[in-house]
């Protein structure tokens, strides 16, 4: 229990988002049934960080909605509430909304909606959830605004929204939209290619 923190570097502290406690048709939900926020609000931020010779202002400010990597940073009790005190670089985007399709990523971060796993085999099998093939393509909804390189400059990305690409098969966060669409939120390293 803390009553006053301040981020160092490029740290940042953020107050946990509450657990959905009951599903989108109001059954009420076990405490070990409850999903793990990875969202909150930007509670304080620390300076930033240096790359080569030059201060790289920290991407967000107090107030911001954001999305966290799933096991990301270190919890703490501050203020009275659960909070994640965790790197800039854990954090994938803004998020102002509780529907993911509408996530910003910050900087090397793209968001992609998942294409649809084959449901039947070539024979014409029908697949169960558990036996259909992970898929590793999809479509750029949005990217953030590029990667800082080893001297300190951003460097835009070669994705841009509406490509169709390939990447890493359990690269990033996984995610579901309110109209039951897959997303992921991976870094632009693990995309692969770019497809026609």
Not at 90 to 116: C, H, M, Q, Y
Not at 127 to 145: D, I, Q, R
Request: charge should be negative; include cysteine; aromatic fraction near 6%.
């Amino acid at each position: 229990q803390f009553k006053t923190l301040k981020p160092l570097g490029d740290r940042v502290l953020v107050k946990i988002q509450k657990a959905n406690e009951t599903t989108p048709g109001g059954i009420l939900l076990p405490v070990t049934s409850q999903t793990k926020p990875q969202g909150g609000e930007v509670v304080a931020v620390g300076s930033g960080k240096t790359i080569a010779d030059k201060k790289i202002d920290p991407c967000v400010s107090i107030g911001d909605m954001v999305v966290y990597s799933k096991y990301a940073g270190t919890e703490v009790q501050f203020d009275d509430a659960e909070h994640v005190l965790l790197k800039e670089d854990d954090l994938i985007g803004f998020l102002s909304t509780d529907d993911i399709k509408d996530l910003k990523p910050l900087n090397e971060r793209v968001l992609i909606k998942i294409a649809e796993a084959e449901d039947k085999t070539s024979g014409g099998i029908i697949l169960t959830e558990n036996a259909k093939e992970k898929p590793v393509t999809g479509t750029a909804v949005a990217v953030g605004s590029g990667a800082f390189g080893e001297d300190g400059v951003k460097k835009p990305l070669d994705i841009a929204p509406g490509n169709s690409v390939m990447y890493s098969k359990y690269a990033g966060n996984e995610f579901k939209s309110k109209d039951g669409s897959e997303y992921v939120v991976i870094r632009a390293s693990d995309i692969l290619a770019v497809l026609p």
